[in-house]
């Protein structure tokens, strides 16, 4: 009988150390998890291939199966892609805004469900996830409970959550089962993995999406953070690096939210950068600069901004934390 590995759902193999899955034959009989993901959840290495999965291909064979859907996504990652993503997925499902317990003091976690729902015009369930037991995995226990649920599929976009959330289903349910790998790095779970909780709950890992527009950036924390500025006309800020630039025509203050890894987030300049060549039009006061993958950009003030990003890779919308959104 072929194995797949527990941590990232590969078939088990022996054969080729380059390839995915890969156990010593000698260790075989006894492995739970292919030599990646065991040095991924012992010495924190990721190395090898990770290619995800094509959309298309997880929805398509989703939409063919009769089971629910849970469809995690984080604050920072609610965008027009992921949404048209989460609206292709024809059968019954709910979308679930992850790690809540992150978001500013200052916003009511109610508003960003009733945000979603009405700007980004979402009929299914919210659910509003985030906490500090089990970080608030039991809100979802108790959402499958009350609609007698029994087999469900985790979806999201890559770093999402999914397989934490499996994880600490697993510890409230007080589980035998093994722990599925969870890592800051992109595409960690590689194929579906069945993980049957109990004999009234099984959940399928699924692996990650990639959005076609994500702007690139490799290193990211578990931490949320919002950094303030108050930029003066004809000022630069500079973003994750030096690697992107948001030039104002006007005085504004902005908040960037995000969970990039840097110590340079952002910091501004007097002078402007090279190659901002592309324009952003911000028509109302609270507006966001949604920068696909990386989080957004509020705006206080309307302005003109010239930036280096291409505009495939933005989203303007009204303020999630403060905008007016019917």
């Given at each position: 009988?072929?194995?797949?590995?527990?941590?990232?759902?590969v078939?088990?193999?022996?054969e080729d150390?380059?390839r995915?899955g890969y156990?010593?034959a000698?260790?075989?009989?006894?492995?739970k998890?292919?030599?990646?993901?065991?040095?991924?959840?012992?010495?924190?290495?990721?190395?090898?291939s990770?290619t995800?999965?094509?959309?298309?291909?997880?929805?398509?064979?989703?939409?063919?199966?009769?089971?629910?859907?849970?469809?995690l996504?984080?604050?920072?990652?609610?965008?027009?892609e992921?949404?048209?993503?989460?609206?292709?997925?024809?059968?019954?499902?709910?979308?679930?805004?992850?790690?809540?317990?992150?978001?500013?003091s200052?916003?009511?976690?109610?508003r960003?469900?009733?945000?979603?729902?009405?700007?980004?015009?979402?009929?299914?369930?919210?659910?509003?996830?985030?906490?500090?037991a089990h970080?608030?995995?039991?809100?979802v226990?108790?959402?499958?409970n009350?609609k007698?649920?029994?087999?469900?599929?985790?979806?999201?976009l890559?770093?999402?959550g999914?397989?934490?959330?499996?994880?600490?289903i697993?510890?409230?349910?007080?589980?035998?089962?093994?722990?599925?790998?969870?890592?800051?790095?992109?595409?960690?779970?590689?194929?579906?993995?069945?993980?049957?909780?109990?004999?009234?709950?099984?959940?399928?890992?699924?692996?990650?999406?990639?959005?076609d527009?994500?702007?690139n950036?490799d290193?990211f924390?578990?931490?949320?953070?919002?950094?303030?500025?108050?930029?003066?006309?004809c000022?630069t800020?500079?973003l994750?690096?030096?690697k992107?630039?948001?030039?104002f025509?006007a005085?504004t203050?902005i908040?960037?939210?995000?969970?990039?890894?840097?110590?340079?987030?952002?910091?501004?300049?007097?002078?402007a950068?090279?190659?901002?060549?592309h324009?952003i039009?911000?028509?109302e006061?609270?507006?966001?600069?949604?920068?696909?993958?990386?989080?957004?950009?509020t705006?206080?003030?309307?302005?003109?901004?010239?930036?280096?990003?291409?505009?495939?890779n933005?989203?303007v919308?009204?303020?999630?934390?403060?905008?007016?959104?019917e």
């Open positions: 009988m072929n194995k797949i590995c527990y941590g990232c759902g078939k088990l193999q022996s150390k380059n995915l156990i010593p000698k260790k075989m009989d006894d492995a998890y292919c030599m990646r993901c065991f040095r991924l959840i012992n010495y924190g290495e990721n190395k090898g990770q995800p999965k094509d959309v298309k291909e997880i929805v398509g064979k989703i939409n063919k199966d009769c089971r629910f859907v849970i469809f996504v984080d604050y920072l990652n609610i965008n027009k992921t949404i048209e993503i989460f609206k292709s997925i024809k059968k019954e499902k709910v979308l679930v805004i992850n790690k809540c317990e992150l978001l500013p200052s916003v009511k976690a109610e960003i469900k009733d945000y979603v729902h009405n700007y980004y015009r979402i009929e299914d369930d919210i659910i509003i996830k985030g906490g500090k970080h608030g995995a039991k809100t226990i108790n959402y499958l009350d007698d649920i029994k087999e469900s599929y985790i979806l999201g890559s770093n999402s999914k397989s934490t959330l499996i994880n600490d697993r510890d409230i349910l007080k589980s035998n089962v093994e722990t599925i790998t969870v890592s800051k790095k992109a595409n960690t779970t590689l194929d579906f993995i069945r993980v049957n909780m109990n004999d009234d709950l099984l959940l399928i890992d699924s692996p990650g999406f990639i959005i527009h994500a702007l950036y290193a924390t578990k931490n949320i953070v919002a950094y303030s500025l108050q930029m003066k006309i000022e800020a500079s994750l690096d030096n992107y630039f948001l030039k025509d005085d203050p908040i960037f939210y995000t969970n990039a890894d840097s110590k340079k987030n952002i910091k501004k300049y007097f002078r950068a090279p190659n901002l060549v324009t039009e911000i028509t006061n609270n507006m966001d600069v949604v920068l696909l993958g990386i989080g957004f950009v705006i206080k003030k309307k302005c003109v901004i010239t930036t280096n990003i291409p505009l495939e933005l989203e919308r009204p303020s999630m934390f403060g905008g007016k959104y």
